[in-house]
């Protein structure tokens, strides 16, 4: 069964650090992008960063570059990391993980597969 596992949210004060990860399991995903998305209350899921198979590119939401860095790790089953530093209120959603096979930008925003998995998401408060 293929899960992508989200974990390492939580609550924490404005300018602080967090990171997220995500377990991928079920499959090979060291030959799939791996994407992080958030969604707000009220909003529509916006992407955050992703980065590719080899890890040799990275990509960032104008809103996060400069604070958040996305890595992955392929040693045993592939698991993607989102580190978070100087975190802002706005930064409050939950976090959701991706993997999809191609990642393409579309002149405004970054897009994955229709058939991309996705994980359930871990929650990301930021107190002010």
């Known amino acids: 069964q293929v899960q992508l596992v989200e974990s390492g949210g939580g609550l924490v004060q404005a300018g602080g650090s967090l990171r997220v990860s995500c377990a991928a399991s079920g499959r090979t995903f060291s030959s799939y992008h791996m994407a992080w998305f958030r969604q707000a209350p009220g909003k529509e899921r916006e992407f955050v960063a992703a980065i590719t198979w080899s890890a040799g590119n990275t990509y960032y939401a104008d809103s996060v570059k400069g604070r958040f860095t996305i890595s992955r790790d392929n040693t045993n089953n592939t698991t993607a990391y989102l580190q978070m530093h100087s975190l802002k209120p706005e930064d409050t959603a939950v976090y959701y993980c991706?993997?999809?096979?191609?990642?393409?930008?579309?002149?405004?925003?970054?897009?994955?597969?229709?058939?991309?998995?996705w994980g359930q998401g871990t929650q990301v408060t930021v107190s002010s």
């Open positions: 991706a993997a999809s096979e191609r990642l393409r930008w579309t002149g405004t925003n970054y897009r994955l597969d229709d058939d991309a998995y």
